[in-house]
């Protein structure tokens, strides 16, 4: 009977992925979950099947072809106890770092933990039979699939990188009709994503043409040479770095990108085409969102690791940034015009120069107001989240060093952080600002002796954790303030409660209510006399910190094509649109 590729989607996703990896050996053992994954390699002549009734022996059959011919070695299994008797062959495999890949057959994982038939619970393995496991799961959503092709990459580049070592897929599968031949309608192999690893300088493949972005995440402070090297880059490839108060990049290709992400009417001509990714964890949901419309994601970073944080990863270099950046940079001599910087800037002014004279009191306001008033050679740590984005939307050229704690990305900590940066004295001005709830969240720092009078604490006082009252959140037939935004505690915006803490403790007590009270004490912030650490509540409402992120989101005006497709968005809907583009993928 003839037959071709299973319906199963994650098995055709692995079988594409390891024909373009070049992993051909495959040891199968007889069963039936894993059916769909054996009988679609058995006839394709590509691949190099061998049978093995005993899964220990197939094991280890594995991890002799391995060390003789150099090359990965698949062993497939069904459910039940088969995969066990991997373990003493992975073990092995793990102490010689042998490419052996493990792919395990497993029912729907719904089913493990009731008392299922051949549903054992592979969620976790021992820490010396694989160097990476994961789970390919039956597909229904884009999302899904997404999730699939990056995992598939991420074990088959597990099993060659740092030396190799044996890798685990738990490949689910359709409890179906395995033996009919209607399982196997697919004649040609859908090619899926591969996602190309380097781990040498000289086999990095040629920058293609078109607009380069460097998106920094929270980034520790970059080194002269690592500033340098990205500087040349930039120079020789007309390309920008996207930043926000995290990035920690200060080179002359700097953009601060949250004033145009935040745009609801995005800005097509800032758009990338490449997108060169380093750096950890980002706040910066704007510049994210103007990052993620590029083309093609390459990611860079000494670790290795594959992180595909825009889903259009297309490449991984395990490379150090300065070497990344200074080998691309040393293969050309001359640099070029800088017209994606002055594209972008351009555009950043143009929305600077439309924000209103009218704009509310509230933490967007503050962060206008002060971003160039800081003394030089300032350090500045922001609170999750409102005060991330809204410093974000500014930048400075006497910030020396930023940090926001975006990698548990809790509200807890911010202001120890601060007082644990300003101990270090690297700057000579230590700021930070944060909402009410995450400073009293951590107040009890305020009291360590160790405070120095180089420390400055804002706090964007609101009474309420105001990220739930945005009018994004659309949640206005909520009663927020009751539980889900936290309102009225610590004193309800009691204009006494941190007056005596902070004087009591030593600190210079500062307030503001308005934009009058403001200006008549923020000199004393930005002072760059040191006699005491200060602290400046500000005191804002909920409603104006909203109206003032509107007024920013809504600086640049709709295209014709964004308000045709806004008006058919609001006269159908978003879930009847969604309906019509699931039916029209089908």
């Known amino acids: 009977m003839e037959i071709h ?15 373009q990896y070049g992993i051909k050996k495959v040891i199968a053992s007889p069963g039936t979950v894993n059916v769909p994954f054996v009988a679609s390699i058995q006839q394709d002549d590509f691949f190099e099947v061998y049978s093995c009734v005993d899964e220990r022996s197939a094991a280890y059959m594995a991890c002799g072809l391995a060390t003789e011919t150099g090359e990965p070695v698949v062993i497939t299994c069904t459910g039940a106890t088969a995969s066990r008797n991997y373990l003493p062959a992975m073990t092995e495999a ?29 969620t976790q393995i021992q820490k010396d039979i694989a160097i990476c496991s994961v789970f390919l799961n039956q597909i229904r959503t884009d999302e899904q699939e997404w999730r699939c092709i990056v995992d598939a990459n991420k074990a088959l580049i597990n099993s060659t990188r740092r030396g190799g070592g044996p890798v685990h897929i738990n490949l689910e599968i359709n409890n179906g009709y395995f033996f009919k031949k209607s399982v196997f309608p697919v004649e040609k192999l859908p090619v899926a994503k591969k996602i190309s690893y380097y781990s040498k300088a000289t086999d990095c493949p040629k920058i293609p043409e078109g607009k380069i972005a460097i998106f920094v995440g929270s980034h520790v402070p970059f080194s002269h040479n690592a500033t340098k090297s990205i500087d040349s880059f930039c120079s020789k490839y007309d390309a920008v770095v996207f930043c926000d108060h995290t990035s920690n990049y200060h080179g002359k290709f700097r953009v601060v990108t949250g004033l145009i992400g935040q745009q609801e009417n995005s800005i097509g001509k800032v758009f990338p085409d490449l997108l060169i990714h380093i750096g950890q964890v980002s706040g910066d949901y704007a510049s994210m969102g103007l990052a993620g419309r590029a083309k093609k994601v390459w990611r860079v970073s ?9 889903k259009k990863l297309d490449s991984l270099f395990e490379l150090d940034e300065e070497t990344f950046f200074m080998h691309y940079a040393n293969l050309k001599t001359e640099d070029v015009p800088h017209t994606y910087l002055d594209e972008c800037m351009k555009t950043y ?4 120069a439309k924000i209103p004279e009218t704009l509310p009191f509230s933490n967007i306001w503050v962060a206008k107001r002060l971003y160039q008033e800081l003394p030089q050679n300032s350090f500045i740590q922001l609170g999750i989240l409102n005060s991330l984005r809204s410093w974000n939307l500014f930048d400075s050229k006497s910030i020396v060093s930023e940090s926001c704690n975006t990698g548990g990305f809790g509200i807890d900590g911010g202001v120890s952080s601060f007082i644990g940066a300003s101990l270090a004295k690297k700057a000579d001005y230590y ?6 709830l995450a400073f009293f969240y951590d107040m009890n720092i305020l009291g360590n002796r160790h405070i120095g009078n180089n420390a400055r604490l804002m706090i964007v006082n609101n009474g309420v954790g105001v990220e739930f009252k945005f009018y994004h959140h659309q949640s206005d037939f909520l009663d927020i303030d009751k539980y889900i935004g936290a309102g009225g505690h610590f ?34 912030f930005v002072s760059v006399e040191k006699v005491k650490p200060i602290l400046f509540e500000v005191f804002t409402n909920a409603d104006d910190d909203d109206k003032a992120l509107y007024m920013i989101n809504h600086l640049q005006a709709p295209t014709l094509k964004q308000a045709i497709k806004k008006e058919i968005k609001d006269i159908a809907g978003q879930s009847n649109i969604d309906n019509i583009k699931s039916i029209l993928k089908k």
């Open 349 to 352: 002014n143009d929305l600077y």
């Open 491 to 524: 004193g309800n915006k009691s204009h006494k409660l941190l007056k005596h803490y902070a004087e009591d403790l030593g600190f210079e007590y500062l307030s503001a209510s308005n934009k009058e009270e403001f200006e008549a004490v923020y000199k004393k």
């Open 94 to 122: 793990y102490y010689r770092k042998l490419p052996v890949i493990a792919v395990t057959g497993t029912d729907r994982i719904e089913n493990t933990g009731h008392l299922m038939p051949q549903s054992i619970d592979r």
């Open 5 to 19: 590729y299973t319906v199963n989607k994650n098995a055709l996703i692995l079988i594409s992925l390891m024909k």
């Open 302 to 310: 000494a670790d290795g690791e594959l992180h595909d944080t825009f």
């Open 431 to 436: 700021y930070c600002v944060t909402g009410d």
